[in-house]
């Protein structure tokens, strides 16, 4: 069995939720829980594919809104926002394109391979591309060095792996739940 696009209807359902949960996780003030931005991306790549073309610009004005609101309104600083900003689509764009080679994976150990193998490259390609701009790119560091960028490289490279990686395993979980829970009771057996 493999996965199968959703409908049109069911796009706009996940498009929904997956905004919720940017709302609600990219900024900490009413959820008090790591940022899921980066797994919301991944799996808007894997539910969205047909919708790519309004899902992931409206997604992303939709960080870029959140972190606005956070930091105007919330009182959140703005030590991230600089002139590397802007290469947050490239990171984001790496991840909806991880989820999205996903689409139609069997539902089975090959095909939970190919999730941990594309979330785990989607991810560590999506720090390296936000790390190394901000880092080189971002202004905030008088004296860049080859040495300095390495340790902070490698300082939060584990948390924002866990983090993104925990979410998309969450997801993979319910979204096994929902499709075990959908097949018809003679397919179970």
Known sequence: MTTSPLS???QVGAFAVLTVLMAATRFHHFVPV??????IFFAGGFYLAGASRWAFPLLMIEAVLVDYWAIHYA?????????????????H?????GGRLLR?????RVGLLKLVACSFIATSLAYWISNTSFYWLGGRYAEPNLAQ?????????G?????????IAFAAVVHLSVVIGLRPSE???
Do not use: K, Q
Request: overall charge positive; charged content about 10%.
């Open 34 to 39: 790591p940022d899921g931005s980066w797994a």
């Open 75 to 91: 009182g959140i600083s703005d030590f991230c926002v600089t002139g590397a900003y802007g290469f947050l689509v490239p990171t």
């Open 8 to 10: 049109r209807r069911a």
């Open 149 to 157: 960028y390495l340790e902070r490289f490698f300082m939060y490279y």
């Open 104 to 108: 139609g994976a069997a539902l089975n």
């Open 93 to 97: 764009a790496v991840l909806w394109f």
């Open 159 to 167: 948390h924002f792996l866990f983090v993104t990686m925990s979410y």
């Open 187 to 189: 397919s179970r057996t």
